[in-house]
């Protein structure tokens, strides 16, 4: 399948969409596995379901005609950066609705220092985000592909062309940074 996917992304690169289609349809269970992860985290009585979320990043991904797409990490990494976009959007829509806050993310995947996982306005983690790609795109990028992509830290590595350890040190410093940055939300 990784020859089909490769060959899939250049036919949608040159305007393909049935190839589009045929790749999401390959990658659909690990969108669903991502948004699954994504989900698993909120608080209970979350308002929005993890195939609401693959198809609302299916239809975006739709949109992202001009990208060039290099393989099919590059092509997860989109997609869990869509997911990302989507969860904010939904909490921000939620916020706009309700008067104490929006939608909450558990940070399971985030560890804190003392063994416990944090309760996160995903509006905040979003803006935490930006502001550490500001800083540090390489460690906003690690905190994007294994906290919203769900990849491991060789699958990471593998996907910016760096070393496990390297990916692991950046890994922890990020997590450091982005619980101070959200301390108050905890």
Same mark, same amino acid.
Request: charged share 40%; glycine share 4%.
């Given at each position: 399948m990784h020859g089909d996917f490769t060959t899939w992304l250049a036919a949608w690169r040159q305007g393909d969409l049935s190839a589009r289609d045929r790749l999401v349809d390959?990658?659909?269970p690990e969108l669903r596995a991502i948004a699954q992860r994504q989900l698993g985290g909120e608080r209970a009585g979350h308002t929005l379901q993890a195939t609401a979320l693959v198809n609302e990043a299916y239809l975006r991904l739709g949109g992202l005609d001009r990208i060039e797409w290099q393989d099919r990490v590059h092509f997860v990494h989109m997609a869990a950066r869509v997911m990302r976009e989507v969860l904010v959007d939904h909490a921000?829509?939620? !916020?706009?609705?309700?008067?104490?806050g929006g939608e909450r993310v558990s940070l399971t995947g985030l560890e804190l220092a003392d063994g416990s996982d944090g309760d996160?306005?995903? !509006?905040?983690?979003?803006?935490a985000l930006a502001a550490l790609e500001r800083i540090d795109a390489d460690k906003a990028r690690i905190v994007e592909l294994r906290y919203f992509g769900g990849l491991t830290i060789e699958e990471t590595a593998e996907a910016l062309g760096s070393s496990p350890a390297t990916v692991k040190r950046h890994w922890q410093v990020a997590r450091a940074w982005l619980f101070e940055a959200l301390a108050d939300q905890r």
């Open positions: 390959a990658v659909y921000r829509r939620r !916020a706009a609705h309700k008067r104490d996160i306005d995903v !509006a905040a983690l979003d803006g």
